[in-house]
């Protein structure tokens, strides 16, 4: 069965850093391009970070210069390093593959404070 799980998640205040990891189960991981989204109440997840299977990065212009995704194969993990964190990245972050989503994980709240 294909899983994601999200952990990392806090409450920071503004200026403040966490690190998002994503661990999936499945051999489908090392062939799939990884994202990061957001989830804000009352709005849609929006895409805010992309890793193809070769390692290329995308961001949301809302997080560049700040957000950092990597993955590791051989524990079938992404991350999220997320620094300079303002009030509005607050959310539920989720992994999932850019296409084609697999089932939804429980995601990992981020709270940043004023």
């Known amino acids: 069965q294909v899983q994601l799980v999200e952990s990392g998640g806090g409450l920071v205040q503004a200026g403040g850093s966490l690190r998002l990891s994503c661990a999936a189960s499945?051999?489908?991981?090392?062939?799939?391009?990884m994202g990061w989204f957001r989830q804000v109440p009352g709005k849609q997840r929006e895409l805010v970070a992309s890793?193809?299977?070769?390692?290329?990065?995308n961001y949301a212009d809302s997080v560049k210069g700040r957000f950092a995704i990597s993955r590791v194969g051989a524990r079938n993990t992404v991350y999220l390093q997320m620094n300079s964190l303002k009030p509005e990245d607050t959310g539920v972050y989720y992994c999932?593959?850019?296409?084609?989503?697999?089932?939804w994980g429980q995601g990992t709240q981020v709270t940043v404070s004023s």
């Open positions: 890793i193809s299977s070769g390692g290329r990065t």
């Open positions: 999932n593959k850019l296409s084609s989503f697999l089932s």
């Open positions: 499945g051999s489908w991981f090392s062939i799939n391009a």
